[in-house]
Structure formats: C-alpha cells, structure tokens
C-alpha cells in the first residue's frame, strides 16, 4: 500500500486532469491489496468487513479523488457479489476484481434514486425463451475501464420486480461512450453506457428482486462512498494545519474543532455499519453523507485560509486547487445532497403526519 500511496502523491494531478495513463490505476490498486480489505478470507480477500475497505479508501482519498472513486466503484461492486445469492458471479470475476484487471462499476446511483422516488429505472426488460432482453442507458459510470469491465443495473421488468443484473463489457448491445467530460477526476474511467437489445440469463442475475436487495446494499454502497469525504477533509485540514503553523497560527483551535468533528462523524458510520443499523434506518445514514460533505467544506475554506494568497500560485500549492475542485464533486456525487435533502424532508413530513394522528 505504501508503494500505491507514493505513486498516487506523484500521478494525482495527472490523474485528476485525465492526462495519466488510466488504464494503469486499477491494477496498482490491486497490486496494493486495496480491494481485499473487508473480504472475507475464503473469498480470496483480507477479512474483516466493510468498515476496513471504508478506510482503505479513505487513506487513497487523501492522495488522490479520482483514485478513491474508482476504488469506491470497484470495491461497492465486489460488496454486491458479496451479498448476491449468485455464487457463480463471485466464482467468475473476483480473481480479477481483486487483483484490479477487470473493473467493477457500479451503476446502481439510478437505483439507489428509484428507492427515493426520485426516479424510474432506466434499463428495462423483456422476456425471452431462456432470460431477458434489455434496453436503456445509465448516463454516468465510474470506472469503466477500456480494458473490461462489468457494470451492475437495476431492472425495471414490466409486471413483475425489477431485478439486478451484472452486464460485463463484452455484451453484444452493451456500448461504452467516450469519456465524460468532467471538471475534474478526469482519470476515473466515467462515462455513459447505452443498452440495446442486450440478452441475459440467470446466470447474470445479482439479484432477483431488486426492492429487497437494494436497502441490504445501501449502507455498504454510501458507507463506502463516505471514505471520500474523509480522506479529502483529512487531506486538507493536514495542509491547513501545515500551512498554518507558519503564518496563521489562530487557525489553530479551528482546526482541531473541525479535526474532532470529522473523527466523531466517523466512529458514528463506523458504529452504525458495525450494528447493521442503517439497513433499516437509512435516514441516520444519509445524515452522516451530508455531515462529512459538510465537514469537506469547512476543511479546504481552512485550508485556502491558512494559504492566504499562495493558494493562488499553483507554483507554492498546487495541491490545494485540486483539492478544491475535488470537494466540488461531494455533494454531486449520486445521490447528491440536494437528494438527500429532500428524503430528509419526506421522512420529517411523514413522521409529523403520523405523530398528528
């Protein structure tokens, strides 16, 4: 990992601009052993759980976003395998989404908003002799690396429950767009896929029935996408206290005020994760996700503070306007804040509608 960690301080502005080689990331993660954390050990992986990948991508998030949201993307699709009753997903692609030669993208922010009723499903299916028939298109996929991948959907099957399914890159129907083009984290292999007329079998199942599946997946899916935030407060308010300690040395105790905020945020995910508690309480989750987008916020406003004008320099810290266009991604990123918002609002209406009842 120390090695990854080196080569991420040395490639992330590269990374970030699109300018790296990106077909060369996932593997040196892999090579790392970033995606065993949290498999079990029979499954090839480190052991512990979800909690220990949680950290794994935060410590690549203080080097590198983009690095951390493909690990996100690759790690969040291992965990779907790991709670699929489809062991013969697990048996075909985990040797090489641990070890990084395939990528696993996640293309489940759509249905993570099909929970909410924010939206519909965007791929849907037909029946067939032996499986079904799919079309439609998820416009945003991270880590859709050029040189395989499998990306997971959630199906809407007209009179019956909407499914999950595992779409590997090779599908005849299955189209891969060219690269979006973001303001950042241009290196993350996301860009759209288009589904027509793609046949599947049950061997391509996650999931049969998606509405009971997708809440179980949910804690692991935004817990794991927490280890973003973490890793680019920390990043900052290391920067801040850094820059700090030579020219704005008041900025002292508001640091450590954001530091213990951060550290409480964390061990309450940690706990909630650890207890399975958010599967059935996924407001307290989403709670967490805008504290930490919050506790972003506050951590680079320190760290542009602490620089003063030489933030302004890309000479003296050119760090720090990577990390500022990285914090413009948290609150965007599927399902944003302004998502989570509203299912505050939903959950606070009904909850005042039964207590006046």
């Given at each position: 990992m120390t090695v990854a960690l080196a080569w991420l301080a040395a490639e992330a502005h590269a990374l970030d601009r699109g300018s790296a080689d990106e077909e060369l990331l996932l593997p040196r993660l892999g090579d790392a052993g970033v995606f065993h954390a949290g498999v079990p050990v029979e499954f090839g992986g480190a052991g512990g759980d979800v909690r220990d990948a949680i950290n794994v991508i935060s410590n690549i998030a203080e080097y590198s976003l983009t690095a951390a949201l493909v690990a996100w993307g690759q790690r969040t699709q291992i965990e779907y395998f790991l709670q699929s009753p489809n062991h013969g997903l697990r048996e075909r692609w985990f040797p090489t989404f641990l070890n990084g030669t395939h990528a696993g993208a996640t293309g489940l922010s759509n249905a993570m908003k099909f929970l909410g009723g924010i939206e519909k499903l965007q791929i849907e299916?037909?029946?067939?002799?032996?499986?079904?028939?799919?079309?439609?298109?998820?416009?945003?996929?991270?880590?859709?690396?050029?040189?395989?991948?499998?990306?997971?959907?959630?199906?809407?099957?007209?009179?019956?429950?909407?499914?999950?399914?595992?779409?590997?890159?090779?599908?005849?129907?299955?189209?891969?767009?060219?690269?979006?083009e973001l303001l950042a984290l241009r290196g993350s292999n996301t860009a759209a896929i288009t589904v027509e007329d793609v046949a599947i079998t049950t061997d391509d199942i996650i999931h049969s029935d998606a509405r009971s599946y997708l809440p179980r997946v949910r804690p692991a899916f935004l817990g794991l996408q927490c280890g973003l935030s973490i890793g680019l407060a920390r990043a900052s308010l290391n920067a801040a206290r850094e820059q700090g300690a030579q020219t704005r040395l008041a900025l002292a105790s508001r640091i450590d005020a954001v530091e213990r905020e951060l550290g409480d945020a964390v061990q309450v995910l940690h706990d909630g994760l650890a207890t399975n508690r958010f599967i059935g309480d996924a407001i307290s989750l989403f709670r967490i996700r805008i504290h930490l987008a919050e506790i972003v916020h506050a951590a680079v406003a320190l760290e542009l503070e602490a620089s003063g004008g030489r933030a302004y320099l890309l000479e003296h810290n050119a760090d720090f306007s990577r990390r500022w266009n990285e914090a413009a991604f948290i609150p965007v990123v599927t399902p944003s804040l302004s998502q989570l918002h509203g299912e505050l609002q939903k959950h606070a209406a009904k909850t005042a509608e039964s207590v006046a009842a």
């Open positions: 299916a037909s029946p067939l002799n032996e499986g079904w028939r799919l079309d439609g298109k998820l416009p945003w996929v991270t880590n859709l690396r050029k040189n395989g991948f499998v990306v997971a959907a959630a199906v809407e099957l007209p009179g019956a429950q909407p499914f999950v399914a595992a779409l590997p890159h090779d599908k005849a129907g299955l189209v891969r767009s060219d690269d979006l």
